[in-house]
């Protein structure tokens, strides 16, 4: 099972370390204040349930990023998520894939699918978009935003299905656009 016990399962499980200086990109490309790492105080596995937490020190910013890089690749399907997300200036959660191509290609070309990003001020509105490079940097969004509460709340169900022709993004088994 992916989330059993306390640990990952490390055949289909990575982790992204560090501040992203490493790869050339501080920041990982978005300018970000924290430094990932797989402290469990930043990830931990509990009852089933991977809880990712950042922390605050000093000044200084932790939390854990993990991917399947190099162990598991997707094309084509039905990718669902229950989650439940921070909120708060500043936070962006997101559950994204990103072509397996990366490291040869690079981003855009490489491609990624973002199947749920939220931006931490507006807590009660998730996106879903495509990125990729057609002569240039494209993309493509949709939103979807709670009538009551936000996603902090409680959990939902964060639904990328990937078909050869066409991508739909659902919450709760609810399409958006």
């Known amino acids: 099972d992916e989330f059993s016990g306390t640990q990952l399962n490390t055949s289909n499980w990575g982790f992204d370390l560090g501040n992203g200086c490493n790869g050339g990109v501080c920041g990982w490309g978005n300018n970000e204040l924290e430094t990932y790492t797989n402290n469990p105080a930043n990830i931990r596995v509990e009852n089933g349930t991977v809880k990712i937490t950042a922390l605050s020190s000093g000044g200084n910013f932790t939390s854990s990023r993990i991917k ?85 709340d409680q959990f939902h169900v964060f639904t990328l299905i990937w078909e050869r022709d066409n991508m739909a993004w659902y919450v709760d088994n609810q399409s958006f656009k």
Request: overall charge negative; charged content about 20%.
């Open 68 to 152: 399947t890089q190099d162990k598991v690749n997707i094309k084509y399907g039905r990718i669902d998520v229950r989650a439940k997300l921070p909120k708060g200036q500043g936070i962006w959660p997101a559950i994204w894939m990103l072509g397996e191509s990366i490291t040869s290609a690079g981003w855009p070309a490489c491609g990624e699918i973002d199947i749920m990003e939220l931006v931490g001020h507006q807590p009660q509105t998730t996106h879903g978009t495509v990125h990729y490079d057609k002569d240039g940097y494209k993309s493509a969004t949709g939103s979807s935003s709670l009538h009551t509460g936000d996603f902090s």
